[in-house]
């Protein structure tokens, strides 16, 4: 077999996603032409997909060293950069990308993504309204990628709340592709079904009945499963809103086969560490400005909080910020493990390296307000990480009733990876309990620095809730906060979106008795 056929069978393997193909039938025709660029790239694109990001890089420099102007391995260099959020390399790389070539499509949906990353939406927009009239005029033909650049798009203008162009694109793209499951999620998303509402009723009888079509992949039914229990739920049909549900999380806990076993072990070790520290041993040296992190069980109105505290005039909402997991995991953790030893030389040292890193990734938001929220949830993990090397910051711990918040993870289809515990309802529950356990180690061992937000209190009393919350924050009254609904300025890219654009409502509270018959597995091991 020559090399050009055995290459064709690498881009075989990458198309279906086998990505463990891919590498070892690379690694093979690399040991017999190690300077082969073409194929360094297609390595590297498996590790990515395999989020083995740091060995990708390695692939795309070495397919760079040999091949300077292979443009599709600096894209995907920037692409490996910015999963790693090395934001400051990754805009390097987009940028010389397109220097390369202005036209280039990959590589202008790319920045898009990072401008988007960097709450730049107009900026985003316009690569992406410039890739998609290039996509159109090169061949109009390549629906695929149409399609692909309108509901980035479209995405795009439901992050900021831009609803009726959201649904123009959505519009558009259903007319070249009328299964394009994506789209129907997004709409169910904006609608709400109605007994009495024709059109809401008709996309429910379309969903189902594209639901029903033959050798319908997985993804597809993934995505008209999560967007009919929401639809269903509307119509306070609980039954059939379960039943879909049910078979969402089914499909796509079989899909990532989640182990928790990591995730006990990463808490356990946790507590173990930071038993002896001396958190009034914090760092001297760090930033001047205050971030305010947000956090505590997903699902828990981390988002809300966060559009309440940005819409001050002194705040800047950054979003669910990856940056800190990203450092500590790179820096200080190891199989799940803490390095001790080099936590302690961390703190020792003049230089906060924790905090510099996080800061140096924040100046591509180009933020000119001093204090900034980061509402990345999962964040309560790293409490003690955040006492030492940004002392000068703030907690906000939301929570809210278990059960409702279990059930609205049940709920969801979640785009992020580090999510991938919540479609099983064992894995649900024992996460939750693991996240209470830890939040009440981090309260013992730093005492008053962790504020708790109760959802169902703030909901039921706004104002002294909402001023309470600024007060903690050393904020002055700011009336605006009080309309967080009102807040255009904060763009909200979570499975939130749509319920955090509405008024402060209760409807939400209690929540789970619709599903208690259906869940009562998950909400009894909550109680134990």
């Not at 933020?367 to 940004?390: H, L, M, S, V, Y």
């Not at 009733?401 to 289809?413: A, G, V």
Request: net charge positive; hydrophobic share 35%.
């Amino acid at each position: 077999m020559d090399l050009v056929e055995k290459i064709k069978i690498l881009h075989n393997h990458l198309t279906v996603k086998n990505f463990a193909k891919v590498i070892e039938g690379a690694q093979k025709i690399l040991k017999k032409n190690p300077n082969n660029p073409y194929v360094l790239n297609l390595a590297g694109m498996a590790h990515q997909g395999l989020y083995q990001h740091k060995v990708s890089i390695k692939c795309f420099q070495d397919s760079l060293r040999l091949d300077p102007n292979n443009i599709a391995a600096m894209n995907n260099l920037a692409n490996s950069y910015k999963a790693l959020g090395k934001l400051e390399y990754a805009s390097e790389f987009y940028e010389k990308t397109l220097k390369m070539n202005p036209n280039y499509i990959n590589g202008l949906n790319n920045f898009a993504n990072l401008k988007i990353l960097t709450n730049k939406y107009k900026e985003a927009i316009d690569l992406l309204d410039k890739a998609l009239q290039i996509s159109k005029n090169k061949s109009p033909t390549q629906n695929q990628q149409i399609v692909y650049l309108l509901f980035s798009i479209a995405s795009a203008y439901q992050s900021i709340g831009k609803i009726e162009e959201t649904k123009d694109n959505v519009k558009n793209i259903l007319q070249i592709d009328p299964t394009h499951s994506s789209s129907h999620k997004l709409l169910s998303e904006i609608y709400k079904y109605d007994n009495n509402d024709k059109e809401s009723l008709d996309h429910i009888e379309n969903m189902l009945q594209l639901l029903k079509q033959e050798n319908i992949n997985t993804e597809k039914e993934i995505d008209f499963s999560f967007a009919l229990g929401k639809a269903y739920e509307d119509l306070k049909d609980y039954e059939n809103s379960f039943r879909y549900l049910k078979r969402g999380n089914k499909l796509k806990n079989e899909k990532f086969r989640f182990n928790l076993e990591n995730e006990k072990k990463l808490f356990l070790n946790l507590k173990k560490s930071f038993q002896n520290v001396d958190f009034k041993n914090y760092h001297k040296n760090f930033s001047y400005k205050k971030i305010i992190f947000i956090c505590g069980m997903p699902r828990s109105g981390t988002t809300l909080v966060e559009q309440i505290l940005s819409t001050h005039n002194e705040v800047y909402g950054a979003g669910e910020l990856i940056y800190l997991q990203e450092i500590i995991k790179e820096q200080l953790l190891k199989n799940n493990e803490l390095n001790i030893s080099k936590l302690q030389d961390f703190i020792s040292s003049p230089q906060n390296i924790i905090n510099d890193t996080y800061f140096r990734n924040l100046s591509l938001y180009k933020i000119n307000e001093n204090i900034i929220t980061d509402k990345a949830p999962q964040n309560f993990r790293w409490i003690g990480f955040i006492k030492i090397f940004f002392p000068n910051s703030k907690i906000l711990h939301c929570y809210r009733n278990p059960k409702d918040n279990c059930l609205s993870l049940f709920k969801n289809n979640f785009a992020s990876t580090s999510m991938n515990w919540s479609y099983d309802e064992n894995n649900i529950a024992a996460y939750y309990n693991l996240y209470k356990d830890l939040i009440n180690f981090w309260k013992e061992k730093i005492p008053n620095f962790i504020y708790d937000v109760n959802y169902e209190s703030l909901v039921k009393d706004k104002e002294k809730k909402i001023k309470e919350i600024i007060n903690f924050c050393d904020l002055d009254w700011d009336a605006r906060c009080l309309q967080p609904h009102k807040n255009n300025k904060t763009p909200i890219k979570t499975v939130s979106i749509n319920q955090a654009r509405k008024e402060i409502y209760k409807s939400s509270l209690n929540s789970y008795s619709n599903y208690s018959k259906y869940l009562n597995k998950m909400f009894e091991a909550l109680e134990n």
